[in-house]
């Protein structure tokens, strides 16, 4: 092969890796909305009963903020704003690209993206803030006043989540009638705080094995609201770990509130 050959060669490669790379980029500014739900081999393995793709999801982001959180924890007892910084970056991008890539296999993906967004800003900046008070502080109360500040942001987040998403409602379909009372199989749903699971709950209603029916939750201080009584019923509905409990127009039209 000629030395011209060579340089042939390689300009074709890196004409190659910069269109790929270029595509990469793109790709993580913009993700395209995939069209087929992840696998979650390793979850499915560990979770021993059926879960949604929807709840696989939650439960994935979940534990890699808690994974972040960890990691962030360590490089303020170990480390410095650079790699903190550099880990909140990584894992800003790495969850907005989850969230935007699977955006169709969400119930509703507007919650859930304003609360981790949320949350991981707010926990990089308490790190972040933790580490330049320990340089300046001359004494306790800065650390007090410290703490103050961050309570404060938490509870304004708090309250503007509550105000743009919060409900006291959410669905789940009948699995088993009792008299006054039925078994129903709720998905996770972040706006009414419920965690996924099958409650007994009261019915007043007219209702059979089968039914998506709308569910007034009860909430609670520091733990998951809890699913109470029979609101609605939408018949027509399968009974199914694959289905989504939640009436397209319905979640629809509570997006656009």
Known sequence: MSFGEILYKVGEIGESFAKKSVKWFSEIAKPTPSKTPPKFKILRKLIKRELTVHELLSLSIQLSFIIYLILSLLLVLFAN????????VFYFIYLRYTILKNREFFIEVEPYRFFYYGLTIIGFLSFLGYLLVRRVAKNVYYFYA???????????????Y???FTRDWTYGVV???KG????????????????PGKYWVDNTEDVEVGDVVKILVEERIFRSSLPKRVLEVHKAKPSSSETSTEPKAESEKSNSR
């Open 162 to 164: 509550k105000s743009k």
């Open 81 to 88: 704003e650079l790699y903190l910084t550099l880990l909140f």
């Open 180 to 195: 006054e009372l039925v078994k129903v199989s709720v998905h996770d749903d972040i706006r009414a705080n419920v965690k």
């Open 175 to 177: 699995e088993e009638i």
């Open 146 to 160: 410290y703490l103050i500040a961050i309570f404060a942001v938490v509870l304004l987040f708090r309250h503007l």
